[in-house]
């Protein structure tokens, strides 16, 4: 018996001994996916033809060499990627992602222009998620869906209704519902006069947009709220309490974003206070550092939270987990390893929590052995089913993962 095995089946001892199946974790873990965000591997660059700088408050830092070019090289990083994290794992792609051979208007693509990466989805057994791009556009300098120029505002209209008809042809070919996420940066640098009228603007624009009957079991919509960004420190029109609003009414699915808040507040509390109101929720997990800088997330203390909130409460079929950063000061590849692979280990740890037993504790109002049973289970061997998983994963246990990592960077990424 190899040394994963042997301290697997002492962990499965330890933890049935606090009434924790991780047999069941680990069938658990299978039916969770994680969805990929394809932006870490070329610094939210896209493969537009006429390709335009970045803007609308995002930046990727940094300059490490390798970096995507065009969709094949895309692909084949992710596929790397993915080849190295246990699991049930999706994409997600950005509309400036498409592939074609001359210019195409954003609000006049098609599914035509993303079926490489629907065929390369049903290779990789995946389900895809979408987003529409309301940045790095001549369009997008000022305003896109509050807009006070009908036509402007018309033009990104037209974008999302173009993205649904993607996001709905990504569920239908692939037998999993798309999850397609809005969000635009519109807002304003310093202090506006008017607050109110973009967000009537907002409201009528979006109606319009998502007005077209779209199959659920294809396509769910979904719309993310922001604090600030550069550009727009004073004022941005989606914010938390204008999506919040439009999800419940409009009965759409809600996007938290680790790192749109107040850095005092964190995603992993909003969880349960959104959820009696909306039918579904979207995260787009990333760590931000004083701002939101969307750094590769960590096995941190919010990520565990966010895990153990989806779990706790059962809400995995209504949460959908996709991570949101982009980090170009480090290998591209390891950083969406590193990254999916932490939210991963979250959610195992919370599979593997006693939570029946802890919430027994509270209900009894024992708040002191609730406080220390929640702290000695974090010595619990969890690590060592964490390593059982990735070897019946076929992916590389502890930091094996690396080496792979550094052989492609030497033969692929070193050539580019």
């Known amino acids: 018996m190899s040394n994963i095995k042997e301290s697997y089946q002492l962990a499965k001892q330890r933890f049935s001994q606090i009434g924790v199946d991780t047999e069941k974790a680990i069938q658990a873990m299978d039916i969770l996916p994680v969805s990929i965000h394809c932006w870490q ?10 390709n335009t700088a970045l803007t609308g ?25 993915m080849s190295l994290i246990p699991g049930s794992k999706r994409v997600n792609l950005h509309a400036l992602y498409l592939e074609s051979d001359t210019p195409v208007e954003r609000n006049e693509i098609k599914p ?45 209209i037209g974008h999302t209704k173009a993205c649904r008809r993607i996001s709905a042809y990504f569920g239908e070919s692939l037998n999993t519902a798309s999850v397609m996420n809005i969000w635009i940066p519109d807002g304003m640098k310093d202090t506006p006069i008017d607050r109110y009228a973009p967000r009537q603007r907002l409201v009528e624009a979006l109606d319009e947009a998502i007005s077209e009957k779209l199959s659920t079991k294809h396509h769910i919509d979904a719309v993310e709220s922001k604090l600030f960004g550069i550009g727009a420190e004073s004022y941005t029109a989606g914010s938390s309490e204008f999506y919040l609003g439009y999800a419940i009414t409009r009965q759409t699915a809600l996007c938290l974003d680790a790192g749109h808040f107040h850095p005092t507040e964190v995603i992993s509390d909003k969880i349960s206070a959104v959820m009696p109101y909306v039918e579904r929720l979207l995260l787009h997990v990333s760590r931000p550092v004083r701002w939101d800088s969307d750094h590769v997330i960590l096995l941190d203390d919010e990520t565990q939270a966010i895990a153990n909130e989806i779990i706790r409460h059962n809400l995995q079929n209504r949460v959908h987990i996709g991570l949101d950063f982009f ?12 990254g999916t692979r932490n939210m991963k280990k979250a959610l195992l740890r919370a599979l593997l929590e006693p939570t029946p037993m802890l919430r027994q504790l509270e209900i009894d109002g024992d ?26 994963q076929n992916v590389p246990v502890g930091d094996k993962w690396l080496q792979e990592v550094r052989h492609y960077e030497n033969s692929v990424l070193s050539k580019r």
């Not at 830092?61 to 969709?71: D, F, I, V, W």
């Not at 049903?122 to 869906?145: C, V, W």
């Not at 980090?327 to 590193?338: C, G, H, K, L, Q």
Request: aromatic share 12%; hydrophobic share 40%; glycine share 6%.
């Open 367 to 392: 708040f002191t052995a609730r406080l220390a049973l929640l702290e000695e289970q974090k010595a619990l061997p969890w690590q060592a089913v964490w390593d059982e998983y990735c070897e019946r």
């Open 41 to 50: 591997g070329d610094d939210v660059s896209g493969f537009e033809p006429s």
């Open 327 to 338: 980090d170009a000061s480090i290998n591209r590849i390891a950083a969406w390893v590193i």
């Open 112 to 156: 035509v222009h993303f079926a490489n990466w629907v065929e390369w989805a049903k290779q990789q057994n995946i389900g895809l998620d979408f987003n529409p791009s309301f940045f790095s556009h001549p369009l997008s300098l000022e305003a896109t869906l509050t807009h006070a120029n009908k036509e402007i505002r018309d033009y990104w």
């Open 57 to 81: 408050g995002i930046q990727a830092t940094g300059n490490y060499p390798g970096k995507a070019r065009n969709a094949t090289e895309l692909r084949a990083d992710m596929e790397k990627a």
